[in-house]
């Protein structure tokens, strides 16, 4: 069992940044590639950025490549997703996500642990 706690989510202005953070208890995150997703009401949650389980790999949505950078440190037992250029378009709950798999998943399903999540406001 892991347990995901995301934090670092608030109120920003267009173009800013922040820092998401998902500290994780239970098993040690080394064991799972670690994914990050967002979600608007009304909408289903889409992929943001993955990482594979040593960091040597990541992923982007179109969306957020350029702008937004996932890292991990497993001696922290922590995942990160620094974000700039903030756009109000991002505003969304931000969720963290595990997966024991080998690859760089973007589905929801292919994701066995998730976190409450954490809220991103990007204000115009």
């Known amino acids: 069992q892991v347990q995901l706690v995301e934090s670092g989510g608030g109120l920003v202005q267009r173009g800013g940044s922040l820092r998401l953070s998902c500290a994780a208890s239970?098993?040690?995150?080394?064991?799972?590639?670690m994914g990050w997703f967002r979600q608007v009401p009304g909408k289903e949650r889409e992929f943001v950025a993955v990482?594979?389980?040593?960091?040597?790999?990541?992923s982007y949505a179109d969306s957020v490549k350029g702008r937004f950078t996932i890292s991990r440190d497993n001696a922290k037992n922590t995942v990160y997703l620094q974000m700039t250029s903030l756009k109000p378009e991002d505003t969304a709950v931000y969720f963290c996500?595990?997966?024991?798999?080998?690859?760089?998943?973007?589905?929801?399903?292919?994701?066995?642990?998730w976190g409450q999540g954490t809220q991103v406001t990007v204000s115009s």
């Open positions: 996500a595990a997966d024991l798999g080998v690859g760089l998943g973007q589905g929801e399903h292919e994701y066995e642990y």
């Open positions: 239970g098993r040690p995150l080394r064991h799972y590639s």
């Open positions: 990482i594979s389980w040593n960091g040597g790999s990541t």
